[in-house]
């Protein structure tokens, strides 16, 4: 599906798959791939619905991002797919943006800045504070996402003509390859399947929408690993 780039923002939510491309909205069925909804955005929901990084939030049933603004600054805010609005929790002006976003143990909201930095995110004021900085060059599109039954955070990210999924360690932002993608995959979207540590013999599966290939959109579609 030519849809399933999520350059602009995807995250999975209560069974749906969520997916931004450029100016189209579109909502999967996250068993069945069905469309559900599909949409043209215009304007200013084409400028404003654009997440450099976005996660749902189970805890409080709310969508949080880093959304472009259409004067070309960035902002944390909340956002709202049935209406396309964007509610700014905080702007963050032009020179500074989330990669990544995702939400971790207890519904803290955790972010990889820019420059690099590891941080956690009030969900109120939008302000942040410093974990640690993952000293890691990336370029090109980013994902993470936070394992229930686990405890770990885990990041794909590229740097230089390589990707690969890591482990993040939210004590501290060092990260530890798991695996490398042999294509170069660049992976956004993510969103884990798993279940409590008392099954130990099911396994996790991790989902990720093909933002792009080899630097290029060459590759479109959902990927599971585990």
């Not at 304007?43 to 004067?71: H, I, R």
């Amino acid at each position: 599906d030519a849809n399933l780039v999520g350059s602009r923002g995807a995250f999975y939510a209560d069974g749906r798959y969520e997916v931004v491309n450029m100016m189209k909205h579109t909502t999967y069925d996250a068993k069945s791939w069905e469309v559900l909804h599909e949409c043209q955005l215009g304007w200013p929901a084409m400028m404003e619905m654009a997440a450099m990084s976005v996660t749902y939030d189970s805890s409080t049933g709310k969508t949080y991002g880093c959304y472009l603004t259409t004067t070309q600054s960035y902002r944390f805010a909340t956002a709202d797919y049935t209406a396309h609005t964007v509610t700014e929790i905080k702007d963050l002006g032009a020179d500074v943006w989330a990669t990544c976003m995702f939400t971790g143990k207890d519904g803290v909201l955790y972010a990889i800045m820019n420059n690099g930095d590891l941080v956690t995110v009030n969900k109120t004021t939008g302000g942040t504070s410093v974990i640690g900085n993952i000293d890691f060059e990336t370029t090109g599109y980013q994902g993470a996402v936070y394992d229930p039954s686990s405890g770990k955070a885990y990041w794909t990210a590229v740097s230089g003509g390589t990707s690969g999924l890591y482990e993040i360690d939210l004590t501290d932002a060092s990260v530890t390859l798991v695996s490398e993608f042999p294509g170069g995959e660049q992976l956004t979207g993510l969103w884990i399947e798993s279940t409590p540590a008392s099954k130990p013999e099911v396994e996790t599966f991790i989902y990720g929408d093909v933002a792009a290939s080899d630097n290029n959109v060459t590759a479109t579609g959902v990927y599971s690993f585990k």
